[in-house]
């Protein structure tokens, strides 16, 4: 069982930066792909970044050059540093987790999901 706690969320206009944290519990951090997805009020969760855990890397392109996922397996913590917000980039964003080595990027492929932690882009 693995228990996932976001954290870093909040209020930022647009064009500035936000880092988010996803702290895991488990002893088996380092050999869980992490991924970090989004949901604004009526759409489907969407997928923003992802990684393995050997630390490759796979974002969409909508976010391409400006989210930047990282992992901390000492610290069993997964990060999304997020630059250049834009307005219609509000959502709550989400961790997860699932065991296995490779990069997933949908919501169906992960097994754990954390609570999630809201941002907000003003205008």
């Known amino acids: 069982q693995v228990q996932l706690i976001e954290s870093g969320g909040g209020l930022v206009q647009a064009g500035g930066s936000l880092r988010l944290s996803c702290a895991a519990s488990?002893?088996?951090?380092?050999?869980?792909?992490m991924g970090w997805f989004r949901q604004a009020p009526g759409k489907e969760r969407e997928f923003v970044a992802a990684?393995?855990?050997?630390?490759?890397?796979y974002y969409p392109d909508y976010v391409k050059g400006r989210f930047t996922i990282s992992r901390d397996n000492a610290k069993n913590t997964v990060y999304l540093q997020m630059n250049s917000l834009k307005p219609e980039e509000t959502a709550v964003y989400y961790c997860?987790?699932?065991?296995?080595?490779?990069?997933?990027?949908?919501?169906?492929?992960?097994?754990?999901w954390g609570q999630g932690t809201q941002v907000t882009v003003s205008s």
């Open positions: 997860a987790a699932r065991s296995g080595l490779g990069i997933f990027t949908t919501t169906s492929e992960y097994t754990y």
């Open positions: 488990g002893r088996t951090f380092s050999e869980y792909a």
């Open positions: 990684i393995t855990w050997t630390g490759g890397t």
